[in-house]
């Protein structure tokens, strides 16, 4: 079955500086990856996905990158804000979505 | 839309206890899906459905039973509770077809089993 890991655990950047968090998948048949922000208390939501067929999708100040032959995939946040912390979570495939175990950001102000 | 709608948001069990998660959508989702939230883990993906009468195995089924009787709701079932399930667990459903495979979480059920 697929396996997701997920680098590194814990980041602490400086407000405006970037971020990047990577992420690494098993399963080559994979073709979803989506990326989840969990704040403290509550639950999961969506802030990017990219489809295999595509190596790059930005949004605002958050990307993803996707190397299908690495089978390595990663989201950059620029000009990092405080509301930026929190627990962030890689994934590989759909509804049944196997998750990395998560990267907790810290943004200093 | 109410969305993912879960009961209880809290629960404390004995061990050997059973209870069941409750878990209804209100999207016409026809997959939903349960995971499991423990520190330094991240979600663990315990049992999904693709449409009602179908259901599959996730990642760490064991000590769990689910039916899907209709689109609706996707009930968790514990049969009989141990302490190494006291976690976070959380309902997820998602669009069937097309380009967007987004889930959708349940706002969470905390459970401590004693």
């Known amino acids: 079955g697929e396996n997701v890991e997920q680098h590194p655990s814990t980041l602490s950047v400086q407000e405006g500086d970037s971020a990047v968090i990577k992420c690494t998948y098993s399963?080559?048949?994979?073709?979803?990856f989506p990326w989840y922000k969990q704040e403290l208390g509550k639950r999961p939501q969506l802030i990017i996905d990219?489809?295999?067929?595509?190596g790059e999708k930005k949004d605002q100040r958050i990307a993803v990158t996707l190397n299908k032959t690495a089978k390595h995939f990663s989201l950059h946040i620029t000009e990092t804000q405080p509301e930026d912390s929190a627990v962030y979570f890689c994934?590989?495939?759909?509804?049944?979505?196997?998750f990395g175990a998560g990267t907790r950001l810290f943004v200093k102000a | 839309n109410a969305g993912v709608t879960q009961t209880p948001k809290f629960q404390v069990l004995k061990t050997g206890q059973s209870m069941t998660l409750q878990c209804a959508q209100d999207?016409?989702?026809?997959?939903m899906s349960w995971y499991r939230q423990d520190p330094g883990m991240g979600l663990r993906l315990i049992h999904y459905?693709?449409?009602?009468?179908?259901?599959d195995q996730g990642e760490v089924p064991n000590g769990y039973n689910v039916s899907r009787s209709t689109t609706e709701d996707f009930p968790l079932r514990l049969l009989s509770a141990a302490p190494s399930q006291t976690s976070v667990y959380f309902c997820?459903?998602?669009?069937?077809?097309?380009?967007?495979?987004?889930?959708?979480f349940g706002s969470g059920t905390q459970l401590s089993v004693l």
């Open positions: 997820a459903s998602s669009y069937s077809g097309g380009e967007n495979e987004k889930l959708f």
């Open positions: 399963d080559s048949a994979s073709n979803y």
């Open positions: 990219i489809r295999s067929n595509v």
């Open positions: 994934g590989a495939g759909g509804f049944k979505t196997i």
């Open positions: 999207m016409n989702h026809e997959y």
């Open positions: 459905s693709v449409g009602a009468g179908i259901t």
